[in-house]
Antibody
Framework: EVQVLESGGGLVQPGGSLRLSCAVSGFTFTSYAMSWVRQAPGKGLEWVSGISGSGDISYHADSVKGRFTISRDNSKNRLYLQMNSLRAEDTAVYFC?????????????WGQGTLVTVSS | EIVLTQSPATLSLSPGERATLSCRASQTISSYLAWYQQKPGQAPRLLIYDASNRATGIPARFSGSGSGTDFTLTISSLEPEDFAVYYCQQRLSWPITFGQGARLEIK
């Protein structure tokens, strides 16, 4: 059974940093690209960042480019999102999502999300 | 960036009726489109990928069609559990983008 579990969310001041983690199990982690998708309160879905199975290729939305970094540790079956220079508009539930196939960016398994609140 | 525009924003129907939701892309995306369902407090659920293929475990009442710039999600006969928010998503080019969502509510 595939399991996806995010952690690391919380309250942070504007300009601060936070590192999200996603622990996965039930599939061969190295074979699948992964992404972070966020949802601001009462709003729609926004893709944030994606990374290849090997971790050598990553992509970021323009809204987070230069501030957020996606990474993975395939030895630990974990995905990360390092978030720096946080802004109020980064407040959202952050979901970790698995690709349907190795490099096909549709998402078939999602975690329940972790809430990040940026406020003073 | 490819913009996806969903319509209508809200659709009010009764159980047993047919629902049709639309997604229009700002440029051609071939068939690289997915549909998701999201209920309050839950993660999205993949329904349809590559415009017309049902994901694993999705009931046959859900179908998708379209290519190029215009796409449709059809629910042939609404069940009570189908009332939710639906999103389309393209994977043709970076950044991956979602539509703004369409709410399907009980009339």
């Amino acid at each position: 059974e595939v399991q996806v579990l995010e952690s690391g969310g919380g309250l942070v001041q504007p300009g601060g940093s936070l590192r999200l983690s996603c622990a996965v199990s039930g599939f061969t982690f190295t074979s699948y690209a992964m992404s972070w998708v966020r949802q601001a309160p009462g709003k729609g879905l926004e893709w944030v960042s994606g990374i290849s199975g090997s971790g050598d290729i990553s992509y970021h939305a323009d809204s987070v480019k230069g501030r957020f970094t996606i990474s993975r540790d395939n030895s630990k079956n974990r995905l990360y999102l390092q978030m720096n220079s946080l802004r109020a508009e980064d407040t959202a539930v952050y979901f970790c999502a698995k690709n349907v196939w190795t490099t096909t960016f549709y998402f078939d398994y999602w975690g329940q999300g972790t809430l990040v609140t940026v406020s003073s | 960036e490819i913009v996806l525009t969903q319509s209508p924003a809200t659709l009010s129907l009764s159980p047993g009726e047919r629902a049709t939701l639309s997604c229009r892309a700002s440029q051609t995306i071939s068939s690289y489109l997915a549909w998701y369902q999201q209920k309050p407090g839950q993660a999205p659920r993949l329904l349809i990928y590559d415009a017309s293929n049902r994901a694993t475990g999705i009931p046959a009442r859900f179908s998708g069609s379209g290519s190029g710039t215009d796409f449709t999600l059809t629910i042939s006969s609404l069940e009570p559990e189908d009332f939710a928010v639906y999103y389309c998503q393209q994977r043709l080019s970076w950044p991956i983008t979602f539509g703004q969502g369409a709410r399907l509510e009980i009339k």
